[in-house]
Nanobody
Framework: QVQLVESGGGLGQAGGSLRLSCAAS????????MGWVRHPPGKAREFVAGLTWSGGTTSYADSVKGRFTISRDNAKSTVYLQMNSLKPEDTAVYYCAAGLYLGVLSRVDHYHYWGQGTQVTVSS
């Protein structure tokens, strides 16, 4: 049973920073991708960032490129999303997700395991 537990998030200010963490357990993630997907209010879910667990290949949505950084700590089986230069449009529920690596990191439908989500609200 795969478990993904997010922490972090909360209220941030425009121009500020927040960091999300995702602790993964339940299996070996060597062949998996880990990602962050967000669900803005009134909009569809959207890919934010992803990385391969073994190789460290990363991918970012254009809207967060240069502002957000995804990283991992293998020893802790934890994935992080460092969010800098926050904007009000970053407001969303952020989900940690995992799935088998099929060559593309950015497809939301490639992620099959999900955390419970954590709210990020950015005030202007």
């Amino acid at each position: 049973q795969v478990q993904l537990v997010e922490s972090g998030g909360g209220l941030g200010q425009a121009g500020g920073s927040l960091r999300l963490s995702c602790a993964a357990s339940g299996r070996t993630f060597v062949n998996y991708v880990m990602g962050w997907v967000r669900h803005p209010p009134g909009k569809a879910r959207e890919f934010v960032a992803g990385l391969t667990w073994s190789g460290g290949t990363t991918s970012y949505a254009d809207s967060v490129k240069g502002r957000f950084t995804i990283s991992r700590d293998n020893a802790k089986s934890t994935v992080y999303l460092q969010m800098n230069s926050l904007k009000p449009e970053d407001t969303a529920v952020y989900y940690c997700a995992a799935g088998l690596y099929l060559g593309v990191l950015s497809r939301v439908d490639h992620y099959h395991y999900w955390g419970q989500g954590t709210q990020v609200t950015v005030s202007s």
